[in-house]
């Protein structure tokens, strides 16, 4: 399967320790996005890659959350000392660059539970 | 912030009856994109509407970009129960950004 993997597709912790969740994009596409999702609510943006370079971070990032693309290919998204409001659905996607087709294509999410 | 209205937030229909969900910016966007979320799945691309006024069908849904490019329509004929899902618009609004501004989504059920 080609398409946009993430892991792990769920992940239980206690409140206060850290997290860090894995996004292979489609390998032809340099942009990368992460997103997070709560029952009953759209995607939020979290933020964006264009090859290596972070280009947009949501001014509701907290600075416990820090995503890495190193190598333009796959991305983390850490979160350090959780709380339970940080419990969602992550999600990763990733596209072509603009000017060509911008279709997101989506992984199938990791679900945080903090407890 | 810039921010996107979807309405309604829910719809129940019989099967057979159309459909449809609106989404509005009060800013003009570059572009506009709708996707299907089913139930425990992911986001899935529909289509993309970039020009003023445009209309894009793909068999029984159709897309609408309104002439001010501030608002967009999905209006589905005829639902099937394979239509189920929640639909969101995803909203543009600087053709040099990638992010993209979702909104809260309509979710569809139909009753066969």
């Known amino acids: 399967d080609t398409g946009v993997s993430q892991d792990p597709r769920h992940k239980i912790t206690k409140r206060g320790q850290n997290v860090t969740f894995r996004c292979d994009p489609i390998?032809?596409?340099?942009?990368l996005y992460w997103y997070r999702q709560t029952l009953g609510q759209g995607p939020e943006f979290l933020t964006y890659?264009?090859?290596?370079?972070?280009?947009?971070k949501s001014r509701l990032l907290s600075d416990r959350f820090s995503a890495e693309r190193p190598k333009g290919s796959f991305s983390t998204l850490e979160i350090q000392r959780t709380e339970q409001g940080d419990s969602a659905m992550y999600l990763c996607?990733?596209?072509?660059?603009?000017?060509?087709?911008?279709?997101?294509?989506f992984g199938q999410g990791t679900r945080l539970t903090v407890v | 912030g810039q921010q996107v209205m979807q309405i309604p937030q829910y719809q129940h229909v019989q099967e057979g009856e159309d459909f449809t969900t609106y989404c509005n910016s009060s800013t003009t966007l570059s572009n506009i994109q709708w996707y299907k979320q089913r139930p425990g799945g992911h986001p899935v691309f529909l289509i993309q509407?970039?020009?003023?006024?445009e209309v894009k069908k793909q068999k029984r849904l159709t897309f609408q970009f309104g002439e001010a490019k501030k608002n967009s329509s999905l209006h589905i004929t005829a639902t099937q129960t394979t239509d189920v899902g929640t639909y969101f618009c995803a909203a543009h609004h600087n053709t040099n950004a990638g992010k993209s501004t979702f909104g809260d989504g309509t979710t569809l059920t139909v009753k066969p």
């Open positions: 509407l970039v020009k003023s006024g």
């Open positions: 996607a990733s596209s072509l660059p603009l000017g060509q087709n911008t279709e997101a294509f």
């Open positions: 390998s032809e596409h340099n942009r």
């Open positions: 890659f264009q090859n290596e370079a972070q280009l947009e």
